[in-house]
């Protein structure tokens, strides 16, 4: 089948077509999936007047209310069942259904469509209703769209059949369990910040609310757990955090189900959380509840949990068949109290609306999505790497210029720093005064993290910033860094610039999926609309002097570096760190970019590099204006005989080595990258020209380090194909006591490779 085509194609439409009633080959007769049994047993039900009891239509919702979420409803169903046919015909690529999950377009109605949404992967109900509280919105053909996986899906632009869309407030979600639940809680704690510090880019109003919905069996995961013991340790401190989270309780995640009642104690009780409940089988019911709930968020400014009992038609996704794992009777029962059923039922009794009035929107939806459909299935598809690839860098996004800080606010702000500015320092000082000059030029940063306010970091670098810019700036976090980096991309919604931080590069580890899964891939699959600029700084790397061991010397970033999009930048003196982190910070800022900084540990309170009390590691702050640009190396030395190609740790040692090759009549220069991903493969190249031989120092593991990538890089691009060679860290984990450099490249190491490389006797 040729997806590739830009008309229309007839000859797809009509093999499409056969799709929409598929029949057995066999029997002539209709296949009687779960999905067409339901639906029968819909048309048969309400013709009849057989509806599932149930309670009376009771609360505020409006008959022309009701109405529109059963429309709303209606339209969920028919996608779910067309979004079927066209996967069956090769045109569409994936299909999990919302059927069952009707009732959260009554959560819809009762919130507002600024309220930003990030969506359990059952919500089109949620999201087409929200769309009728929009104006100028084409939700089904929007919908179908993103089903054809067409490049005009305006949420996706043909990357994923995925909820979201910019005009209703609902960022892309991808299909990892709970993963979007950190940063609603970051979205949360955005609202009250952005009122105080209002950021240029501020995208919620000061009422919002933030809402966030999962399944029963999503709230057992680690991610939600943390997450919403992060909104109750928030809440119970009295700090505002207006955010609804929606648990739609089916009572099943694939197959596995949910003990009877475990939700319910599980959330009934929490410290700071509000728990609520209602049926969604009940239109009435959740509209009034979900009302009750989203008023609570709003005007108490504390989260809360919507537990909503749900259904789930059609089993999991496109290919399960609920009957191999469950009973046919217990598929059977959950059938016969279809939501639509009662919400005709629920009509009927209100005076809304009749059940032959029912049937007709119910059948008439039904051939509009079909008709749509066929028009849906001939638009564009991605085809190209490059069309694919063309949403993982975000676009760039106008500041308003600034004039920077006054000399006296920095002056005041500074103050005895200033003077120390001009003289040499520590790195871990001058990372500090590069922040204090960064948050003081850009309200919009805010710091979070362990032990970062009141104690200023472990290491200090964060000292006195507290006290110089607020602790509302300056958060200290709870121990979880999935809720850090949740903050930071949460807070990033609402046009702050977060910079949090890991403490020790081990512990990015357990989180590390907020930036790989969620960071990373919401340009991605929000076709550039919706981005989370940040900058993480982490401390890390090995050679603390016999400190700590493994847990706090990692030596790997492999993590780091295959995430499309990131950019890792890792400094190896005070004064580049603090140009490094300036320029980090415009990539956010102005570029939208998520990027780690990388700080090495060891490094932070280097003096000297030849020999005691010499000073030769410590720097003066730069001046303001300065930074080195992304993809830029810092070359030290013009020596021809050795390029030393190297970072961090590495770059130290290499200049240890330079001036002990230099006695030895090797001149060589050093070549400082900076920038570890993607890699200054140009500048790095360019700074090597005419250098006969080249060594590359990676204090990152042989396996996965840097060095793979950089000796690739010279096998293929390197013109002046001159001889090569690398030293890494073995592949070990790093022990405390004496040994701690032992597996890594030491200056001993350099020295022989450098003089087995140049062929000079030593
Ligand atoms: C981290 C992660 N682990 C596993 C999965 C595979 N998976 C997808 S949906 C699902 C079940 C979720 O059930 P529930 O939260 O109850 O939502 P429901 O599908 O019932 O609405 C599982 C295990 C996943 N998407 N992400
Ligand atoms: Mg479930």
Redesign the pocket.
């Known amino acids: 089948m040729n997806f590739g085509h830009i008309g229309p194609d007839r000859t797809a439409i009509s093999a499409y077509c056969a799709y929409l009633e598929p029949v057995s080959k066999d029997t002539n007769r209709p296949i009687m999936d779960r999905a067409t049994i339901v639906h029968d047993n819909f048309l048969r039900r309400v013709a009849r007047g057989d509806l599932p009891q149930g309670s009376a239509p009771a609360g505020p919702l409006t008959p022309g209310l009701a109405v529109s979420i059963y429309r709303s409803s209606c339209l969920t169903r028919a996608l779910d069942r067309t979004s079927r046919a066209m996967q069956a015909a090769g045109q569409g690529f994936y299909t999990?259904g919302s059927s069952g999950?009707e009732g959260m377009a009554a959560v819809a109605a009762a919130l507002r469509p600024t309220d930003m949404a990030f969506l359990?992967?059952?919500d089109a109900a949620f999201q087409i209703q929200r769309a009728e509280q929009v104006p100028g919105q084409t939700i089904t053909w929007d919908m179908l769209l993103s089903f054809a996986c067409s490049t005009q899906d305006p949420i996706s632009g043909g990357r994923h059949k995925v909820l979201g869309s910019k005009a209703l407030t609902i960022p892309p979600q991808t299909?990892?369990?709970?993963?979007h639940l950190p940063k609603a809680v970051g979205a949360a704690y955005s609202v009250g910040l952005a009122k105080r510090i209002r950021p240029e880019h501020q995208a919620l109003p000061d009422d919002a609310i933030i809402m966030c919905s999962?399944?029963?069996?999503?709230?057992n995961?680690s991610?939600a757990q943390g997450a919403i013991n992060t909104a109750c340790w928030t809440a119970f401190q009295k700090v505002p955090l207006p955010l609804l989270f929606v648990c739609?309780?089916?009572g099943?995640?694939?197959s596995?189900k949910?003990p009877d009642g475990w939700i319910a104690a599980s959330f009934a009780q929490r410290p700071g959380l509000k728990y609520f409940h209602c049926d969604g089988l009940d239109i009435y019911e959740t509209f009034r509840i979900a009302s009750e709930a989203a008023e609570y968020v709003r005007t108490r400014r504390k989260p809360a949990f919507l537990h909503i009992r749900?259904i789930?038609l059609y089993g999991?996704?496109g290919a399960d068949v609920p009957t191999t794992y469950l009973p046919k009777s217990e598929v059977e029962a959950e059938e016969a109290n279809d939501p639509l059923l009662h919400t005709v039922r629920l009509l009927d009794a209100a005076g809304a609306l009749t059940p032959d009035q029912a049937l007709a929107i119910y059948r008439s939806t039904g051939e509009r999505v079909q008709r749509i459909s066929e028009e849906a299935i001939t638009r564009p598809r991605l085809h190209s790497a490059e069309e694919v690839m063309a949403s993982i860098i975000p676009p760039p996004r106008e500041n308003a210029p600034t004039n920077g800080t006054a000399p006296e606010a920095r002056a005041e702000t500074f103050g005895n720093d200033l003077k120390a500015a001009n003289q040499p320092q520590i790195m871990s000082r001058l990372i500090n005064f590069a922040l204090t000059d960064l948050m003081l030029d850009h309200p919009e940063i805010v710091m979070m993290g362990e032990d970062i306010g009141r104690k200023g970091g472990v290491y200090g670098v964060t000292q006195k910033l507290s006290q110089r810019f607020g602790r509302a700036r300056m958060i200290d976090t709870l121990l979880d860094e999935q809720s850090i980096l949740g903050l930071g991309l949460g807070m990033a919604q609402n046009g702050l610039l977060p910079i949090p931080e890991i403490q020790f590069l081990a512990y990015l580890h357990n989180a590390e999926?907020q930036l790989r899964g969620e960071g990373a891939t919401l340009p991605f699959f929000s076709n550039g609309q919706y981005t989370n600029p940040m900058v993480l700084r982490i401390a890390g790397l090995g050679y603390q002097k016999g400190f700590g061991g493994h847990f706090h010397n990692d030596n790997s970033v492999a993590v780091l570096r295959d995430i499309p999009g990131l950019i890792l930048c890792c400094p190896s003196n005070g004064p580049n760190a603090a140009r490094l982190l300036r320029e980090c910070v415009r990539l956010a800022r102005e570029e939208q970019r998520l990027v780690v900084f990388l700080e090495p540990i060891a490094l932070y309170g280097m003096r000297d590099l030849h020999e005691a009390g010499d000073g030769g590691w410590l720097g003066t702050y730069p001046a303001a204006d300065e930074r080195i640009g992304f993809g830029e190396v810092t070359t030290t030395g013009a020596g021809k005989d050795l390029a030393i190609i190297s970072f961090a740790n590495g770059a130290y040692l290499s200049h240890q080595a330079q001036e002990r090759l230099e006695s030895e009549g090797i001149a060589a220069r050093v070549i400082d990258l900076n920038w570890l991903s993607p890699l200054p493969e140009d500048a790095m190249l360019a700074a090597t020209k005419g250098c006969r031989h080249v060594l590359i120092v990676d204090e990152t593991r042989a396996s996965g380090g840097i060095a793979d990538a950089l000796m690739t890089v010279f096998a293929e691009q390197d013109a002046e194909k001159r001889p090569l060679a690398r030293i890494s860290a073995l592949n070990s984990f790093i022990p405390t006591g004496p040994a701690y450099a032992a597996t890594m490249p030491s200056l001993d190491q350099i020295m022989t490779a450098a003089r087995k490389l140049v062929g000079a006797k030593s």
């Not at 999962?214 to 709230?219: P, R, T």
């Open positions: 999990i999950h359990h992967y059952r299909s990892t369990i709970a993963s999962f399944g029963d069996a999503s709230a995961h991610t739609e309780d089916n099943i995640g694939i596995t949910t749900t789930r999991h996704a999926d």
